[in-house]
């Protein structure tokens, strides 16, 4: 913290004032001092009364002047604004999350579901940045890694009313709805849903790799592959826990039923199964999205990881320190008031004598 205004100019000044003051009184004594001499006045000088007014004239200089003085010194510093500046350097806990969304064929009836659980999930944190990738057999980024809350909101919230109208535009002529999907599918020939290729895009949203950070990544899939990845998901959840990252799954939950068949609700397919063992297998946890509760555990989850400990941008903030010129201000001012006041309540009391 250092001193943005020093206190030597307005005491100088202060100590002036004072100076001029007491010069003032010396001076108009000296005159007295040094007047016409009259006649026959030893008897006059002499009477207790006249003393006592001189008395009480010569006290109310002195204060008056004292009470000048104060006010002045006050004044000064008031007039000379000192101030204390000091450099903050913030630092913040921040934590990375990366939502990373399937937009197969296999997953458009549940993506505006996924999108709306991103939505409520984002709604948890607080300082962390979020990005958000979509892939299928290619990934696209929607946004990168931000902490602009206000902008998270809209943008997903978009997401999330765009995704719906596809699903629902699509089941009646096919249309996009407006949600242009094209980026997400590189040719025929790679086929799509491409899972491990998708998650392994969606880690290089991590940027600050020079840094010991808290990374969390959530994929929302189904995993069911229909082409070939250049990674396999347990390839892909390698890679994550080899960048430090934990892996935290939102399986949609209806795989069992796929073809009309009717699987117990307690059997897990071999792409479930997959995809419970490649998120745990970093740390992370695995949940379907009937799941009511997966939101919060998943942002409890997050949560409790300990979070990097980050330099922000540094700024200076200035006080003013003023405050005891006021005061000085005030005492003088009150001074004077109070020593005006006992004056004339004598001359009063004088007149009546």
Known sequence: MTLQAGWAIPVAAGLLAVAAVVGVILARRRRRQGGTAL???SRFLALPAFGRVLRRHAATQVLSGLAVAVLAVGATIVAARPAESETITPEVRNRDVVLCLDVSGSMMEVDADLMESFQNLVKNFDGERV?????NSSSVTLFPLTDDYAFLEEQLGEYARQLDAYWETWEIDGSDGGFDFSGTLIGEEYGSSLIGDGLAMCLDLFDRQNQERARSVVLATDNMVAGAPYLTLPEAAQLAKLKNVR???????????????????????????????????????????????????????????????TETTPY??????????????????????????????????????
């Open 39 to 41: 006649a026959n006045t």
């Open 131 to 135: 990005g958000l990738s979509v892939f």
């Open 247 to 309: 892996m935290y799954a939102i399986d949609p939950g209806w795989g069992q039923y796929w073809d009309g068949w009717d699987i117990p609700s307690t059997y897990e397919m071999p792409e479930q199964a997959e995809l419970r063992e490649a998120a745990e297998s970093t740390g992370g946890e695995y949940y379907t999205l009937d799941d009511g509760d997966s939101v919060r555990k998943i942002a409890n989850s997050i949560l409790s990881q300990e979070a990097s400990l």
């Open 316 to 353: 200076r903030l200035v006080h003013d320190r003023a405050g005891l010129g006021t005061a000085l201000a005030a005492v003088g001012a009150a001074g004077l008031v109070l020593v005006s006041a006992l004056a004339a309540l004598g001359r009063r009391r004088r007149r009546s004598e």
